[in-house]
């Protein structure tokens, strides 16, 4: 093997490594929309990232969040066949919120470097924004009353 083949190898373990970890997540975020049978879960994670997750993955999972008491499961059959539904605890309500709100100021710290900055109030512009040149310079404001109010304080 040389060297070319070795890098593909390691590049395709971390992948998997990173997609085991996401499909935790999403079962998560799937059972914070309400509650799920197994089942519903892996159709639903299929639909919506067109990518297969496997009983082999989702039940050890599952077990795992009801050991912690993170989820419970009831019986919804009302008759023959058992229909196993998996809804989040209060305490697994508490643990995906905080789980969530670590993941979205993860991507805004990811996003905010590359935003803009009003010059005049310092809010970040996320979208648009307005742009006028002044002496020469090209400034990023918020706003046209924001770019005015800068105007009069120089
Ligand atoms: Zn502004």
Same mark, same amino acid.
């Given at each position: 093997?040389?060297?070319?083949?070795?890098?593909?190898?390691?590049?395709?373990?971390?992948?998997?490594?990173?997609?085991?970890?996401?499909?935790?997540?999403?079962?998560?975020?799937?059972?914070?929309?309400?509650? !799920?049978?197994?089942?519903?879960?892996? !159709?639903?994670?299929?639909?919506?990232?067109?990518?297969?997750?496997?009983a082999?993955?989702?039940?050890?999972?599952?077990?795992?969040?009801?050991?912690?008491?993170?989820?419970?499961?009831?019986?919804?059959?009302?008759?023959?066949?058992?229909?196993?539904?998996?809804?989040?605890?209060?305490?697994?309500?508490?643990?995906?919120?905080?789980?969530?709100?670590?993941?979205?100021?993860?991507?805004?710290?990811?996003?905010?470097?590359?935003?803009?900055?009003?010059?005049?109030?310092?809010?970040?512009?996320?979208?648009?924004?307005?742009h006028?040149?002044?002496?020469?310079?090209?400034?990023?404001?918020?706003?046209?009353?924001?770019?005015?109010?800068?105007?009069?304080?120089?």
């Amino acid at each position: 093997m040389n060297e070319i083949q070795d890098n593909t190898v390691d590049t395709q373990d971390e992948m998997s490594g990173i997609l085991s970890d996401f499909s935790q997540f999403y079962i998560l975020l799937l059972l914070s929309e309400g509650p !799920k049978h197994g089942y519903g879960l892996i !159709k639903e994670f299929r639909n919506r990232t067109r990518k297969t997750l496997s009983a082999g993955t989702v039940y050890p999972f599952l077990r795992k969040l009801e050991e912690r008491e993170l989820i419970s499961k009831v019986d919804m059959s009302g008759g023959k066949r058992s229909k196993l539904v998996y809804s989040l605890t209060v305490e697994g309500r508490k643990f995906t919120d905080r789980l969530f709100q670590r993941f979205a100021s993860m991507t805004a710290s990811a996003i905010e470097p590359s935003l803009d900055v009003c010059v005049s109030c310092g809010v970040r512009i996320y979208e648009g924004g307005y742009h006028e040149e002044i002496k020469g310079q090209l400034l990023a404001f918020c706003c046209s009353h924001c770019a005015a109010a800068f105007k009069r304080q120089q």
